[in-house]
T-cell receptor, first 116, second 110 residues
Framework: EAGVTQFPSHSVIEKGQTVTLRCDPISGHDNLYWYRRVMGKEIKFLLHFVKESKQDESGMPNNRFLAERTGGTYSTLKVQPAELEDSGVYFC??????????????FGPGTRLTVL | AQRVTQPEKLLSVFKGAPVELKCNYSYSGSPELFWYVQYSRQRLQLLLRHISRESIKGFTADLNKGETSFHLKKPFAQEEDSAMYYCALSGDSGYSTLTFGKGTMLLVSP
């Protein structure tokens, strides 16, 4: 089965521009997570969708970040306007449905965002 | 607040030597602990979780609630074990949002 895919793999933009990252979870996975690793720091949780609903967005850094998951399938994460500190690797992960921490999260390859 | 600490950025050993990657956590409830691994040019993947109490690729990890630790161990390291290892915690809310440590790079030399 195809794994979690992310697009693009790498994005280089200038400060003030807008970037949209996309994540396609494993088919049938209701849970979709976004994480971010800023250089030198740990991978941090951004938000969690259950189907099309935002279950937890406590990790979103500010209102320049907007995540959507229309129809409960793929998700997009838009950064507008991008700032230098947004540079990092953005990971998406998905897991099967249900309120169970036994559901393994499968990670995508990540999108490396560089803001100049 | 929940936190995961991996004190070593880099651990370098020779093939055949024992390995212990340290992980300490802070959480007020009953967490679930995981080890994730990222091999070169591959994606992050689950290595093992404490609830399974299993050995994967020769690695084991025991949850020590008294010391709030979940160290990853392997008696004899192999070159193919070279990778970035992340310890992660999931709270008891029912959903598996993960809190990661900063990771430890394991280098196994021949």
């Amino acid at each position: 089965e195809a794994g979690v895919t992310q697009f693009p793999s790498h994005s280089v933009i200038e400060k003030g521009q807008t970037v949209t990252l996309r994540c396609d979870p494993i088919s049938g996975h209701d849970n979709l997570y976004w994480y971010r690793r800023v250089m030198g720091k740990e991978i941090k949780f951004l938000l969690h969708f259950v189907k099309e609903s935002k279950q937890d967005e406590s990790g979103m850094p500010n209102n320049r970040f907007l995540a959507e998951r229309t129809g409960g399938t793929y998700s997009t994460l838009k950064v507008q306007p991008a700032e230098l500190e947004d540079s990092g690797v953005y990971f998406c992960a998905s897991s099967r449905g249900g309120r169970s921490s036994y559901n393994e999260q499968f990670f995508g390859p990540g999108t490396r965002l560089t803001v100049l | 607040a929940q936190r995961v600490t991996q004190p070593e950025k880099l651990l370098s050993v020779f093939k055949g030597a024992p390995v212990e990657l340290k992980c300490n956590y802070s959480y007020s409830g009953s967490p679930e602990l995981f080890w994730y691994v990222q091999y070169s040019r591959q994606r992050l993947q689950l290595l093992l979780r404490h609830i399974s109490r299993e050995s994967i690729k020769g690695f084991t990890a025991d949850l020590n609630k008294g010391e709030t630790s979940f160290h990853l161990k392997k008696p004899f390291a192999q070159e193919e074990d070279s990778a970035m290892y992340y310890c992660a915690l999931s709270g008891d809310s029912g959903y598996s949002t993960l809190t990661f440590g900063k990771g430890t790079m394991l280098l196994v030399s021949p």
